[in-house]
């Protein structure tokens, strides 16, 4: 593969941002960087997921070093993209509706450098290498469902709006476990896109673009139909409400709110269920919203009058069937109760907001359907661990599915003089170590070492 010339990157704005990988590893152990990485991990100290933030970030450029062996002219930088979670909207994004969503102190941690070639190779601990030829960027049937396909789309997107990614090396480490519901595949897409970003694009393109761009390479390269939501979050980062009634220019704004103020831990509990294998799953719920819009001459649920659709349901029961008309009725409440949660965060009435969350969880069980799934029916790890959850907390807080459902995880608002029973209750249920006490980050995917 021939080289290209360093000036490249230099044109597009975006290594003459960077400092030296030596640089930038004395910056790291001398400790320059860790008010940022206090604030990514939501630490007072410097103790973060488990051990300190500035040794995880030492470890992530370690590695980069044993794995390509920069010479003292590469130039490198520390990226991070976060987890999410959702808190309101279950399945309502895809159909251009209201969404409550938020990033987590989990994160994808890489260090990167332009390696002056057409090939990206990542390592990401864990996992086989990865190697791309960005030569071609249409579409590779083969790397469906791969990361291949996702890096592939994130550089076509980029490519589209002008710039010219080249290759580059990174290496990273995540604690956004893969199937965890809190959107792994999106932290990952928020991150390459944010590599791409600064090494050739000269950092002009916004949070909200990058997530774009995330969502196009999830849909068009990687073959998912998922919506937006899990991008926006990890992208945008802290609590936001997002209303996709125009998907080109969604509305975003954020909201100021801390759980621990309400007396509250946020939990994301892993059932120990995988999401593997389950995309036609995901997929018919969109299929199915989409078939009740279509018969009012629509393409999203968010364009028909809920009027028209309460009075059609007699029809719709006969033409889409009644599985596409409850989860069409568990989008209109939905969307209207993730406005809600929003406004009742806003005012700080924290009862509603929890009221309003148990209902969606009721909502998500009982019409979208997507607590297990019919492919499996012996596996119901979500309707058992909310079971139990429902028990531990004996009528306080809120319970509800996570994310995209079937399989994967909880989430739970527990107050904190229940916080210990209810872990230690359900890691007795799912196992050690898998229940989640979460801080909401106030930073989407970002360049640590600016």
């Known amino acids: ?39 990514l991990y939501v630490q007072e100290d410097q103790e973060a997921t488990g051990y300190g933030a500035r040794e995880r970030a030492l470890y992530v450029a370690e590695n980069f070093r044993k794995t390509f062996s920069p010479d003292q002219d590469t130039m490198a930088a520390i990226f991070s993209a976060p987890g999410r979670t959702e808190i309101g909207g279950n399945h309502t994004d895809h159909q251009h509706g209201c969404v409550l969503c938020a990033s987590v102190n989990l994160d994808i941690l890489a260090c990167a450098a332009p390696n002056g070639t057409g090939v990206i190779r990542i390592c990401s601990e864990g996992y086989p290498a990865l190697c791309v030829d960005i030569s071609r960027l249409q579409p590779v049937p083969a790397e469906k469902n791969t990361s291949a396909a996702l890096v ?111 007396g509250h831990a946020l939990c994301i509990i892993d059932t120990g269920s995988s999401h593997d294998d389950l995309t036609d799953d995901y997929a018919d719920i969109t299929r199915e919203m989409r078939s009740v819009a279509a018969y009012f001459g629509q393409q999203v649920l968010r364009d028909v009058p809920e009027p028209a659709f309460c009075k059609a349901i007699p029809a719709l029961r006969e033409t889409c069937g009644d599985r596409a008309t409850l989860r069409a009725l568990h989008f209109f409440a939905d969307n209207r109760r993730a406005v809600a949660e929003a406004e009742a965060l806003d005012r700080g009435d924290f009862v509603e907001f929890l009221r309003l969350v148990n209902e969606s969880g009721i909502s998500s069980a009982t019409d979208l359907q997507n607590t297990w799934s019919v492919s499996n029916p012996k596996q119901q790890a979500i309707p058992v ?23 994967g995880t909880i989430q739970a608002f527990v107050p904190e003089e229940r916080l210990a029973a209810f872990k230690k209750g359900m890691e007795e249920l799912v196992g050690k170590d898998k229940c989640y006490v979460l801080c909401i980050r106030p930073m989407g995917g970002c360049v640590v070492t600016e």
């Open 1 to 39: 593969m021939e080289s290209l010339p360093l000036e490249l990157f230099v044109e597009h704005g975006g290594a003459q941002k960077m400092i030296s990988f030596e640089k930038l590893y004395s910056n790291l152990k001398n400790g320059y960087y860790d008010d940022k990485l206090r604030i």
């Open 152 to 262: 592939r789309g994130m550089v076509a997107a980029a490519t589209e709006k002008g710039f010219a990614p080249a290759g580059f090396d990174a290496w990273m480490t995540s604690d956004v476990l893969f199937g965890s519901g809190l959107s792994s595949s999106a932290a990952y897409e928020v991150l390459i896109g944010n590599i791409i970003n600064h090494l050739f694009c000269g950092d002009r393109l916004d949070a909200v673009t990058i997530a774009k761009m995330g969502q196009y390479a999830e849909n068009v390269y990687f073959g998912k139909p998922c919506g937006l939501m899990d991008q926006m979050a990890s992208s945008v980062g802290n609590i936001v409400t997002i209303d996709f009634m125009d998907p080109a220019v969604p509305v975003v704004r954020k909201i100021q709110c801390d759980f621990s103020g309400f």
């Open 385 to 407: 661990a909310l079971a139990v959850g429902r028990q531990l907390l004996e009528g306080s807080g809120a319970i509800r599915v996570h994310g995209g459902g079937f399989a």
